[in-house]
């Protein structure tokens, strides 16, 4: 669904107010501040899909920032990934400050007090992804927000380009090109990230590396009914107790991390036109969850609502 705020339709006196109102509208709760309120003028044009929202945004100058408040009013985890197409922007988050040029981009959460400043206009394509969908293809990825992803590197030259070009034309897509075309993005973003040096993530502890080579077993393993922490363990050369600890050490469950992986393909299967054809106990058998009856109450437990009326958009 394409929706345009534009403040050319409100009086100048109201333009700001407006505007501050579009935005919370368009994304969550979030504060704007302009140094010249009074001459400020902007346009958001909104792309709202399954799971990604696209937005070109131009505009006056300005900040806009979410803090401890407004989090604690919509808890809700995404990203957000900030490209600046033809003026810079500075992203500022968890201590960290990421000053983007034209061809740059950087990632942030929700779910901690950022700040986006642009000092001259704004004039940058703004991605919101769910939490997951991003985190299941990068298990390392909170500790790469409000960094740089160098726009001099090839790799992100291209993610870029095809960026803005597909956010540009998504909305004409049927419903089964605009499902695969998000699943293109949230890779091209993933592999863009994953460019940032293990110094830059400190990645470099045997811990967390030996945490992302589990997940990532995990991960390609989910449709194996009788994966357990004893298959994973032998596979990772370690023993369960190892394995367990490990997981506590990052306030998780492995148990809790293979339910919550296999819930997320299937509610991804679910939306999926392309598996429309399939019964939702087929989904569910095919990522590894036999009992339906089970099953549906974990999925109402992590999603707040049945799998069928996950499935209808309800």
């Not at 298959?231 to 107790?241: E, H, K, P």
């Amino acid at each position: 669904m394409q929706m345009l705020f534009d403040t050319k339709n409100v009086m100048q006196r109201d333009r700001f107010s407006y505007w501050q109102d579009a935005a919370c509208d368009a994304y969550l709760p979030i504060a704007c501040e302009a140094p010249d309120p009074s001459s400020f003028n902007g346009s958001i044009s909104l792309e709202r899909l399954s799971r990604l929202n696209l937005s070109f945004i131009k505009a006056s100058a300005q900040t806009v920032s979410r803090n401890k408040s407004q989090i604690s009013r919509d808890s809700e985890r995404f990203f957000m990934v900030s490209v600046p197409l033809g003026e810079s922007c500075n992203v500022t988050q968890s201590h960290r400050q990421a000053f983007l040029e034209p061809g740059d981009f950087a990632l942030y959460s929700t779910a901690e007090p950022y700040s986006v400043e642009c000092v001259n206009k704004v004039d940058q394509l703004v991605i919101q992804l769910p939490y997951k969908d991003l985190i299941t293809r990068l298990p390392n990825v909170e500790m790469l927000t409000a960094r740089r992803v160098d726009g001099n590197s090839a790799l992100v030259r291209m993610a870029h380009a095809h960026l803005c070009q597909y956010a540009s034309m998504i909305g004409t897509q049927t419903d089964e090109v605009k499902h695969l075309l998000q699943d293109t993005i949230l890779d091209l973003l993933a592999a863009s990230l994953a460019t940032l040096t293990p110094e830059q993530h400190q990645l470099s502890r045997p811990q967390s590396m030996m945490l992302l080579r589990t997940k990532a077993y995990v991960r390609e393993n989910l449709r194996e009914h009788e994966l357990n922490p004893t298959q994973i363990a032998v596979a990772m050369g370690v023993s369960r107790r190892s394995l367990r600890r490990l997981f506590a050490d990052s306030n998780e469950s492995l148990s809790a991390y293979i339910r919550d992986a296999r819930l997320d393909k299937i509610a991804e299967e679910l939306r999926n036109p392309l598996m429309a054809n399939m019964s939702i106990s087929q989904v569910s058998i095919k990522w590894g969850m036999g009992n339906f009856q089970h099953f549906t109450r974990l999925f109402k437990a992590r999603f707040g609502m049945t799998p069928s009326a996950y499935r209808q958009g309800s």
